[in-house]
């Protein structure tokens, strides 16, 4: 199954994002993109990168895809066995999830578990 890259976040972008019953809007900047939450997935999805260009950050992937499907971050510590605080310093970029705990997640949030990982990497 070959999949597309629908854009990509800099750095120096202002994102922001709203779930609005099924679906969710991205505001980057001054445009709006309003999809289905079920393809929050292909946002994620990892991209050649290009000099100054970036796919976002694992920290931020992670806090968009847990809001997109809906979850606190204490039911996502809940789901995955782990503390409230372990959820939180992952969103934040204090630490980086294992490669399990990645899996875990990117199952949880249906996630590609391969650009998890290498937004892991890049952390």
């Not at 001054?30 to 970036?54: C, K, N, V, W, Y």
Request: hydrophobic residues 40%; glycine residues 4%; charged residues 20%.
């Amino acid at each position: 199954m070959k999949s597309r890259q629908l854009f990509w976040v800099t750095a120096s972008d202002h994102v922001s994002m709203q779930v609005d019953g099924s679906d969710v809007i991205l505001r980057i900047g001054t445009l709006q993109i309003t999809m289905p939450r079920d393809r929050m997935g292909e946002l994620t999805r990892p991209r050649e990168s290009t000099a100054g260009q970036d796919c976002g950050s694992l920290s931020q992937v992670l806090k968009a895809a847990r809001l997109a499907n809906g979850l606190s971050l204490a039911a996502v510590a809940d789901e995955l066995e782990v503390s409230f605080n372990s959820v939180w310093r992952w969103e934040n970029a204090v630490y980086v999830p294992s490669r399990s705990t990645l899996y875990h997640l990117a199952a949880l949030y249906k996630l590609s578990y391969e650009s998890l990982t290498i937004l892991a990497e890049r952390a």
